[in-house]
């Protein structure tokens, strides 16, 4: 089994995060759920995703925690305004307010 820093280079990860990065790019708005950002290149796309004015919204019960550890620590521009977190665990119970949420959010 590779780990999550030899995988980065070896197929079919390279070839997935390339094309992740590239579709990504072409929305406005990116919903995060459960991702704790410590991919360094995910990680890196959503920096740069963030840079070009667009919309990230995380959900996970530690969301703010997790931004910034990891894309608050990033060098570069953007507007934090751009990102919103939702620290809370989905559930059955709670999907539709979690959708009334991101309509609020966007």
Not at 5 to 15: A, D, H, Q, V
Not at 44 to 68: E, M
Not at 76 to 81: A, I, L, S, V, W
């Amino acid at each position: 089994t590779l780990s999550p820093k030899e995988e980065e280079g070896e197929e079919p990860f390279r070839t997935l995060i390339d094309k992740f990065g590239k579709k990504l790019m072409e929305s406005d708005v990116c919903i995060v759920i459960g991702f704790s950002l410590r991919d360094r290149r995910i990680t890196q796309i959503l920096h740069d995703y963030l840079t070009r004015g667009k919309k990230l919204i995380l959900v996970s019960p530690n969301a703010r925690r997790h931004f910034q550890e990891s894309l608050g620590k990033i060098s570069g521009e953007y507007d934090r305004n751009n990102c919103s977190f939702l620290e809370e665990r989905i559930t059955y119970d709670n999907t539709e307010n979690l959708v009334a949420k991101f309509k609020h959010h966007l």
